[in-house]
Each structure stands twice: as C-alpha cells, then as structure tokens.
C-alpha cells in the first residue's frame, strides 16, 4: 500500500517543529483526519507538557493540554482538583441543550450513577454474554465475501458492536443500526460531513432534532420497562435504579449518549484499528497467527496503539501547579491519553506496535481514577472473542487502501477501511 504516508509524515513533522510553539492548537481535527498528530504532541511532550492551547472554535476558546503519562495521571486522579462537570470534551455545552451524564459528573452523584449501570458488564454478565458475542462474530465473519474488496468498518466493526448495544439496551433489533448513527450525530463536528451543511448553526440544530428522536425512541422503552419487573437490560437498570429513575428527559438523554457512545466508538475503532494494524506491521501478524495465545496481549497492545478517544477534559476547581505552570480555578484542561499512550520515558518504544510487550496492559486508553471506562472488559472481551474466530477462518486480511479517518480531534477512528480477504481456511 504505497500511499505517499512516509512524505506526509515528514512533511508533517517539519511543519510541527517548524511552527511557534504557542500557535500549536491540538485539537485540530485535520491532524486525526490526516493522521499527522504524532510530532506536534511529540513536541509538546519535550518542550511544553502543559501547554496553553488557544482554538479557533469560540466554544473551546483557551485551555490547558497536558501530554504526558505522569501529568495526565496527576489530574485523571484527583478528582477533586479537576471536576469534571459540566462537560468531558473541550466545547462548552449549549446553555439551552446541557446534557448530563455521569461522566460528566462529580462524586457523589457520579458514584451512585455509575453504580446503576455497573452490574450490565459485571464479570459474571460477561460470562454470560461470552457464547452470544461468539456466536455473532461467528455469523458476521462467514457472511464476510471472499476475494471481493468491502469495507471492514461497515461489516464487522459496526455491526458487531452494534449489535452489543442492542443487546445490552433490549433495544429493537431492527433498528439497531440507529444506534449507530446516533452516536456518530453525538460526536461530530459541524464540518465532519455527517450533517447535511457545515455551517455551525445548520449544524447543531441537525444534530439537536436527531437526538430529540434518539430519546423518544428510548422514552417509549424507558416507559415499557418501567412498567413492567426490573430486567437485566440498560434501560430498565435506569428506569428502575434508585439513582436514576427520577432523571429528567436531558438526563436521560445524556446518559444514554454516554452509553451508546462508550460501546460504540471505543470498540468498532479499536477493531478496524487491530486490521490496519497488523496489516502495517507484518511481522506482528505473523508472531499472532504462530502463537494466538498472545490475542490478549494484542488486543491490550491496540487499544494502546488505537487510543479511540483521544483525550478527555477536566475543569480545575481551585488554582493548582502542574508541570512548572499555574492552572488557574475554571481553566479547561484537555488529558491527551493518545499523547500519554506515546510517552517516550513511560513506555518502551511506544510508536511501534509490539503485540508481546511487557506490561501491555500499562496504556490510559481506558482511563484512571473514578472515571474509568466502566465498560473496558466488555470491550476486551469482544476484540479477543472476534480475533479467536479470524485466526480460526482467515489466513490473511489484506488491506487494499488508505483509511477515511473520523474527522474529530476527540473520537479517534475509522469511516471506512477497504480490505480484501483472499481466502478461507
């Protein structure tokens, strides 16, 4: 696949070291369109690791963006420092479509929130769940053509995961592929191609009347468990939970954003990510293939290497000295876990893909501290059971193109990745 990549990466390593440090903005899109984000965060890595980042967007306006491992741990930790209401990403919720999520939210609220949906991906439901993720795999794979290119995203990373959110939410099996949507419309940017227009105000009212619709589909859900015994399904752990069943509509809404987007953007990214991957790195796919007991170890080592959400944002409550700089009360902070994910003096040749590593389970993809993905091993557990059905059926995933990346400086991921399966075992 000879794409001119190595040009574009030097070109765009000349252009980081080249520019002012001050007008290095890492929250632009275009570097994960493009892929080119690497040395700008290298740099910032070197030079200024907490560093005071001005974005075009007037609904970011300033913040802080901390790169590396030991700092980001700093502020993921202390929770009481950097809040993270009201928002986990850099642009301030509309004062008019607020929508809380207990992501989004501090202790003590966060804690019994989190409690509720908590026992879905317990380890004895994921012991449950284990045959009928197999089964899914199983059936998506061998519907897969043979010899004929398709776009691995649309076929087994998106149907897989959502899948999961259906089953997970009980939600209607034919509409599943809503879900879907309704994650991408959370998360885009006006000018992602997503809306019908890239105008900012067109936009947002697009996205608005979208997940207007995505919450009453799911009122009409909430009110038929509601209605009827606690099941082991997201909505009636809501509808019924002491913590959650008094939530308002905006609430609801926002809950279940967290949710679909949670199982949704992290998993599917991190899937099409270990194709490219090991397609990019030929001598790890055949160390997988000659020994699959190392299918864990991979999967640790993509969501390392993948990083699906690139950072997460905190608010500071109170002053606070990180990395020789004053973080004044109110300033936004952005923790770049894809930067913390290639921290040079943490992590051991951390640019390159080593799917035996030591300590492959030491990346911050997920998280630290109270906010820790709640859904991790959920996510794990699908990427493993997937990769044990490939290795059983394929001997090969050639991929024949480049990538059309997700134009977001927040989800980290794939619109599409064209691939080419030769043959079947």
């Keep these: 696949m000879d794409d001119g990549s190595i040009d574009v990466k ?5 252009a980081a070291y080249a520019m002012p440090l001050a007008d290095i903005n890492p929250a632009d899109p275009e570097l994960f369109r493009t892929d080119t984000w690497g040395p700008y965060f290298e740099r910032l890595r070197a030079e200024d690791p907490v560093h005071w980042a001005v974005s075009q967007e007037e609904d970011v306006g300033g913040y802080w963006s901390v790169t590396t491992w030991n700092d980001i741990m700093a502020v993921d930790t202390d929770h009481e420092a950097f809040s993270s209401e009201p928002t986990i ?15 989004a939210m501090d202790s003590p609220k966060h804690d019994v929130q989190r409690k509720t949906v908590s026992p879905a991906v317990s380890p004895v439901n994921l012991a449950l769940l284990e045959p009928t993720i197999r089964e899914r795999c199983a059936t998506i794979l061998d519907s897969l053509p043979i010899g004929q290119e398709f776009d691995w995203v649309d076929k087994v990373s998106i149907e897989l ?60 859900l909430w009110n038929e468990r509601v209605n009827a015994p606690p099941a082991g399904d997201l909505i009636s752990m809501l509808a019924h939970g002491e913590a959650t069943r008094d939530m308002d509509r905006m609430e609801y809404l926002g809950n279940l954003i967290l949710l679909i987007v949670g199982g949704n953007d992290t998993t599917r990214n ?9 397609h990019q790195n030929p001598d790890q796919d055949r160390k997988l293939r000659e020994n699959p007991d190392l299918i864990p170890s991979m999967v640790s080592e993509t969501i390392r290497w993948q990083t699906p959400l690139a950072y ?32 040079e003096t943490v992590i051991d040749r951390p640019n390159d893909y080593i799917i035996d590593r030591d300590r492959v389970r030491q990346h911050l993809s997920f998280g630290f501290g109270i906010h820790r993905c709640v859904g991790n091993r959920l996510a794990e557990l699908q990427l493993k059971i997937i990769w044990e059905e490939i290795l059983k059926r394929f001997p090969t995933i050639q991929v024949t193109g480049q990538p059309r990346r997700v134009f977001s400086s927040f989800v980290k991921g794939y619109e599409t990745l064209p691939v080419i ?5």
């Design 421 to 425: 399966i030769p043959t079947k075992l």
């Design 312 to 343: 997460m944002a905190r608010r500071a409550t109170r002053d606070v000295e990180l990395g020789g700089k004053t973080i004044k009360a109110g300033d936004k902070i952005a923790m770049w876990y894809v930067s913390g994910n290639r921290d």
């Design 161 to 220: 995961t959502t899948q999961m959110l259906a089953t997970l939410f009980d939600f209607p099996w034919e509409d599943r592929r809503k879900l879907t949507r309704w994650s991408d419309v959370a998360t885009a940017a006006p000018d992602s191609g997503i809306f019908s227009s890239s105008d900012p105000e067109i936009a947002e009212n697009e996205r608005r009347a979208e997940l207007f619709e995505c919450v009453d589909y799911f009122m009409r």
């Design 89 to 103: 990403v850099l642009p301030d919720p509309a004062e008019d479509f607020t929508l809380p999520m207990f992501i």
């Design 10 to 14: 030097r070109a765009a390593r000349d």
């Design 270 to 278: 991190t899937i099409s990510g270990s194709v490219l991957a090991l």
